[in-house]
């Protein structure tokens, strides 16, 4: 059974500051997501890693992804109040041959960016 | 990017009747869309894998006789809960999977709760 875990979940930061998220999981995959969930709302796709070694960015968020440590990371550069949200990191398992499919969340972290 | 639509939006209606949620691929094509749940403070969590043309497949411990869902074409899929209780009370989100593309686009999100 695929494990997602996510820490910290939660995370109170000033802005200004940066900080990680960490995504571990179980399995092998090489198709990870991270998704952004403003409260009372769905998911907003942040990004899509498909490879050992990809590494995104969008503004001050950079997402990067090791396939062998079964390891992403989100960071946060210079935090905005606007980056306040749950974050969630979620594994791809179709096509592996393991007959699951869909995604399987992390249990997200909940990031509070005080002025 | 691709949209993905849901109706309604949010439901009250009363213990054991049934509601059906649509959920719809606005300006592509989805072979496969998918049906999550996420009740308050917690994770998404996979319900049923919906193909066109064929039968859905439902994750363990998700009652495919209460959750019905059709896939009745390449732009819509709907999610019955059939004679619904408070328990079924939830936030239920779909997504949908482009023919040619990695990421899955998920919709607005279904807010039921039973009375």
């Known amino acids: ?115 | 990017g691709a949209v993905v639509s849901q109706h309604p939006s949010r439901v009250i209606c009363k213990s054991g009747t049934s509601v059906k949620i649509e959920c719809r691929s606005l300006d592509f094509q989805a072979t496969t869309m998918f049906w999550y749940r996420q009740f308050p403070k917690q994770s998404l969590m996979l319900m049923a894998t919906s193909n066109e043309g064929s039968k859905a497949t439902y994750e363990q411990g998700v009652e495919k006789d209460k959750f019905l869902i059709n896939h009745a074409s390449l732009t819509l899929s709907t999610l019955t809960v059939t004679s619904a209780h408070p328990e079924d009370s939830s936030f239920y989100i779909c997504s949908a999977r482009q023919v040619i593309e990695e990421t899955q686009y998920f919709g607005p999100g279904t807010r039921l709760l039973v009375l």
């Open chain 1, 1 to 115: 059974e695929l494990k997602v875990e996510q820490n910290p979940l939660f995370l109170s930061m000033q802005e200004g500051k940066n900080y990680t998220i960490y995504c571990n999981y179980s399995t092998t995959s090489d198709r990870l997501y991270w998704y952004r969930q403003d409260p009372g709302k769905s998911l907003e796709s942040l990004f899509v890693l498909l490879s050992n070694g990809a590494v995104k960015q969008e503004g001050r968020l950079m997402a990067s992804l090791d396939t062998k440590a079964r390891l992403s990371t989100l960071h946060i550069t210079a935090a905005v109040h606007d980056l306040s949200a749950t974050y969630f990191c979620a594994v791809d398992m179709t096509g592996s041959g393991g007959g699951a499919d869909g995604l399987t969340f992390g249990k997200g972290t909940h990031l509070i960016i005080q002025p």
